[in-house]
């Protein structure tokens, strides 16, 4: 994008009341979203790779977990929020980098950034997603911003945009490594649609030749917290703490590459018990539910990223449907907290977490049973 476009005015919020009266629940963010966006950016944000397995087992792995609640525990007071990258957030959630942001409200992901920092969130922006890094720190530079990366370029090319970031303020960096090669999005191929980004899209040559040695790169030449998005086994998480990784991103890109790969909630332990505190931990895939957050970081997470969620929610009201949700969310968490018998998060460990098996057949709606949209197709 030219440096010179301006931010484009953010959507007016003509969708919430003094009182929030339009969204009360988190799926109506999804039915509001299906009136205003297209069906190539509806598909966009629900589909996955070829056969949507991993899609699903994303959903299932999560729907896998039952809670084990404690009783008369004093309950009262119960706080939502976390301390991380020195900051207070309302609560341990990071808006996962999502490119073409400006698909579902005209000023992209300026609107993401300061929807979670007036909300008290964090926003990783996704270096394919418009304004751009300079622009969206320019609109919400008191929010807790992070900036993600797809390798385009050589040596010089990740340098510069590294340097950007510290320059502009960026609490850590994030290399995504698990789209060496770009997938088969069959809701794209069967309507023979090319999205435009993936027209004007130049060097993936360099992203499939992405190795640990920029990793290094990175570590050697750069004070900021590096955070890699796409860890899937023990093995890679090791060689991540050999290389002095700050946080490990536990990730199968909602889906949307491996087809037939592991639920992140099916990863997660195996990565906690690899790490042993020596990294912080992320992660994202199907989390949409402030119970898929108490899930999460039960099992062992700092953080957990909302992917689809934060789409809908800007497709419904932009800003201020990114705050809301927010909202939403963190009541459902401190619901969630106060009944399982803890007052925080701090409270939280594996005790309070036991097998289960799902009631129902998951899918990128299954966690909202009262949406209703027509045509329900995913």
């Excluded at 341990?92 to 993401?112: H, K, R, T, W």
């Excluded at 911003?145 to 609490?171: K, N």
């Excluded at 939280?348 to 036991?354: A, Q, Y």
Aim: hydrophobic share 40%; net charge neutral.
């Amino acid at each position: 994008m030219n440096e010179a476009t301006p931010i484009r005015p953010a959507r007016k919020n003509a969708e919430l009341g003094a009182s929030d009266e339009k969204f009360q629940n988190l799926h109506e963010f999804i039915s509001k979203a299906r009136t205003n966006i297209n069906q190539n950016a509806w598909d966009y944000i629900v589909g996955g790779a070829e056969t949507e397995t991993t899609l699903r087992r994303n959903r299932m792995a999560l729907d896998e977990i039952a809670f084990r609640p404690r009783v008369l525990r004093d309950v009262s007071r119960v706080d939502a929020s976390v301390e991380r990258f020195g900051r207070k957030m309302r609560l341990p959630v990071v808006l996962a980098p999502v490119g073409a942001l400006e698909i579902f409200d005209p000023a992209g992901a300026a609107s993401v950034t300061r929807g979670a920092g007036s909300f008290g969130a964090a926003h990783m922006l996704s270096s394919v997603s418009e304004p751009g890094l300079e622009k969206v720190a320019d609109a919400a530079p008191d929010a807790l911003r992070m900036f993600q990366l797809y390798v385009r370029g050589d040596d010089a090319f990740v340098e510069d945009h590294v340097s950007r970031a510290i320059a502009c303020r960026y609490t850590a960096f994030c290399l995504t490594v698990d789209t060496a090669h770009y997938s088969r999005r069959e809701r794209d191929i069967a309507k023979r649609y090319v999205r435009e980004s993936r027209i004007r899209a130049t060097g993936g040559d360099y992203q499939k030749g992405l190795s640990w040695r920029t990793v290094k790169l990175i570590k050697d030449k750069f004070e900021i917290p590096l955070i890699i998005k796409g860890i899937a086994t023990a093995e890679d998480a090791q060689i991540a703490l050999d290389h002095g990784v700050d946080w490990i991103y536990v990730s199968n890109h909602g889906g949307r590459q491996l087809d037939h790969g592991r639920g992140a909630m099916h990863v997660l332990p195996e990565i906690v018990d690899a790490v042993k505190g020596r990294a912080k931990i992320m992660i994202d895939g199907a989390f949409c539910r402030g119970t898929d957050i108490v899930k999460a970081i039960a099992s062992g997470a700092d953080l957990v990223g909302i992917g689809r969620l934060q789409c809908w929610a800007l497709a419904a009201a932009g800003e201020a449907g990114i705050s809301r949700m927010l909202e939403l969310l963190e009541d459902e968490v401190v619901r969630c907290l106060g009944l399982l018998g803890v007052t925080s998060f701090a409270d939280l460990d594996r005790s309070c977490l036991h097998p289960a098996s799902p009631t129902n057949m998951p899918d990128v709606f299954s966690a909202f049973p009262l949406l209703d949209i027509e045509p329900f197709r995913y």
